[in-house]
């Protein structure tokens, strides 16, 4: 009975430490594929509507984050709507220009035609 209850203990402990190693192996990997550094978000008005363009690098490529808010809506008070844009670049200005653009499409497709 003795020797089945170490076989066990050892059986958890084995266990145990499987998980862990793999909680860390998990956790590590690609994270430096994944990290991004933030700049401070670009606003902008047109045509009544806030534009806010926040880019971000990662890697060797910078994508942007673009919400609108309607002129009706403060920003301060909505999160806004968040547009679809997959626009990268090697240069900061470059993606901030495309997610301008994106925006302004969007707000321009969103006025009703007279």
Same mark, same amino acid.
């Given at each position: ?6 076989? @066990?203990? /050892?059986? *958890?402990? &084995? ?7 793999? +909680? ?37 490529? @910078?994508? /942007?984050? *673009?919400? &609108? ?7 301060? +008070? ?37």
């Amino acid at each position: 009975m003795l020797i089945e209850r170490k076989r @066990w203990q /050892a059986v *958890v402990v &084995v266990r145990l430490l499987l998980c862990a190693m793999l +909680a860390v192996v998990a956790s590590g990997c690609g994270s430096a594929a994944r990290q991004s550094v933030s700049a401070a978000p670009i606003v902008s008005l047109y045509k009544g509507w806030t534009i806010s363009v926040t880019p971000a690098q990662q890697s060797d490529l @910078w994508r /942007a984050r *673009v919400r &609108v808010w309607p002129p009706e809506v403060q920003p301060e +008070a909505h999160s806004g709507i968040e547009l679809r844009f997959s626009g990268a670049a090697m240069d900061r200005g470059a993606v901030v220009q495309a997610g301008t653009a994106a925006a302004r499409q969007y707000i321009d497709a969103s006025m009703p035609a007279h």
